[in-house]
């Protein structure tokens, strides 16, 4: 049920993943529920970080361009496949937490006896809870080999000069902790307080549509579509590869983000693709 099931739920009621975006431990901005059988949420929470919750980093390789996840994508799967493996599914959903300058994946149920937190860091023998879901993941090649999980997840950390995450007990249940490098924790993702008075007024006639605050936009929408909305505001003419340039989002993003924007009302491309310019709900 759990692995190939259509609704697992309806037999193991925690069996979810709840995404969040916190600006405090307190307060939350953004969440969303993740449903479906282990492969489909392992896919989904990727696929939902990946759009809405985490920054694109890019970096040069010679003369080429390449973009990755602010935390490296192949360590987050490999964090989020061992959640969904090892929890104990008797205890509480498994919870995902993104904060400016880290993320926490928390799963239910402690290591097993005989294994401690600084053994992970090193090879160690594997100490299953759920053989049979690790043995289905690692046939359909979703692992490579039983105790190697959490020194992929450190390796794939250092390949990107990011801070070792940390393994912890915490309520319960296992922590796994991701750090940002100290110059990209520094960055906030909030409106600065000098943006451009049309861009206010653009940001507030959002507001009125919706009759709350710019947070109720960053909930619906995720932060990156108010960066793209700044950056529209600012050049009514500019190509989705300039937006993405701007905003630091790969061109696939920003393309998905606007088609959700025009969808509502918020986002209208008048004229043709080349020659024509965008206009903004608010936008005279």
């Not at 590869?241 to 989002?249: E, V």
Request: charged letters at 35%; proline letters at 3%.
């Amino acid at each position: 049920m759990l692995l190939f099931g259509k609704n697992p739920r309806k037999y193991f009621t925690s069996a979810f993943i709840q995404v969040g975006r916190f600006v405090s431990e307190s307060e939350v901005v953004s969440t969303d529920v993740i449903e479906g059988n282990l492969f489909e949420q392992v896919e989904k929470t990727i696929e939902i970080l990946r759009l809405k919750y985490l920054e694109n980093r890019f970096y040069y390789e010679g003369i080429y361009r390449k973009e990755d996840l602010i935390y490296p994508e192949e360590a987050l799967r490999e964090a989020i496949i061992n959640a969904v493996i090892h929890r104990d599914y008797i205890g509480s959903h498994t919870q995902l937490r993104v904060y400016d300058d880290k993320l926490w994946l928390w799963n239910s149920g402690k290591l097993p006896e005989g294994i401690s937190f600084k053994e992970l860091k090193k090879p160690h023998s594997s100490c299953l809870r759920n053989k049979y879901l690790a043995d289905v993941f690692f046939k359909a090649g979703f692992i490579e080999a039983w105790g190697r999980g959490t020194l992929k997840i450190v390796d794939k950390c250092k390949e990107k000069n990011l801070p070792e995450p940390e393994f912890s007990e915490m309520t319960g249940g296992f922590l796994v902790s991701f750090f940002k490098a100290k110059e990209e924790a520094k960055t906030t993702l909030k409106l600065p307080e000098n943006y451009p008075e049309t861009t206010r007024k653009i940001v507030e006639k959002i507001e009125e549509r919706f009759g709350e605050s710019k947070e109720k936009i960053r909930r619906k929408y995720g932060e990156n579509a108010e960066k793209i909305i700044l950056a529209i505001s600012g050049d009514q003419f500019i190509r989705t590869r300039k937006i993405a340039d701007k905003t630091k989002l790969s061109q696939s993003t920003v393309e998905k983000i606007i088609a959700k924007l025009k969808k509502d009302g918020i986002l209208k491309r008048v004229g043709p693709d080349k020659g024509g310019y965008w206009r903004i709900c608010g936008q005279d």
